[in-house]
């Protein structure tokens, strides 16, 4: 999924990360199944990252590896937004609740939430505040 590119092997080395052929290379992952243990991590972004049609199962592989109490933070196109309060309500059913929210800049909403525990709704209930709308880029 990642490569580096040439002049990387050539580049001098950063104090203590040694050479970067010897550094293990990123897994191909996707953000429906990240390569990571359950509850193993303390804070999971999606920034310009919910394009896919199944947001739903970005949020719940999100919830799976963060620690109890983890930071979601989400930051995305504020023209994606239909309806935020019905966004919100989606993303609190999947097991977090919202700790801070900025929709004050014309262009872009941010969020954080904090993981509760384990989505509230199980996998076939419908969530209609995950369908975001398409990107509009507008010529400027």
């Given at each position: 999924?990642?490569?580096?590119?040439?002049?990387?092997?050539?580049?001098?080395?950063?104090?203590?990360?040694?050479p970067?052929?010897?550094?293990?290379?990123?897994?191909?992952?996707?953000?429906?199944?990240?390569?990571?243990?359950?509850?193993?991590?303390?804070?999971?972004?999606?920034?310009?990252?919910?394009?896919?049609?199944?947001?739903?199962?970005?949020?719940?592989?999100?919830?799976?590896?963060?620690?109890?109490?983890?930071?979601l933070?989400?930051?995305?196109?504020?023209?994606r937004?239909?309806?935020?309060?019905?966004?919100?309500?989606?993303?609190?059913?999947?097991?977090?609740?919202?700790?801070?929210?900025?929709?004050?800049?014309?262009?872009?909403?941010?969020?954080?939430?904090?993981?509760?525990?384990?989505?509230?709704?199980?996998?076939?209930?419908?969530?209609?505040?995950?369908?975001?709308?398409?990107?509009?880029?507008?010529?400027?």
């Open positions: 999924m990642f490569e580096e590119p040439e002049w990387a092997e050539e580049a001098p080395l950063a104090a203590g990360l040694g970067v052929a010897s550094r293990p290379r990123p897994a191909a992952a996707s953000q429906t199944k990240v390569p990571l243990e359950d509850e193993s991590v303390d804070v999971a972004v999606f920034c310009l990252s919910l394009m896919g049609t199944n947001i739903r199962d970005f949020l719940e592989e999100a919830n799976r590896v963060l620690k109890p109490e983890g930071l933070k989400v930051a995305e196109v504020s023209s937004f239909e309806d935020v309060r019905t966004f919100l309500g989606a993303v609190t059913k999947l097991g977090f609740k919202v700790i801070f929210k900025d929709l004050t800049n014309s262009h872009f909403f941010l969020f954080d939430f904090e993981k509760t525990g384990p989505p509230r709704v199980g996998p076939k209930a419908q969530l209609s505040g995950l369908k975001l709308q398409p990107c509009l880029y507008k010529r400027r």
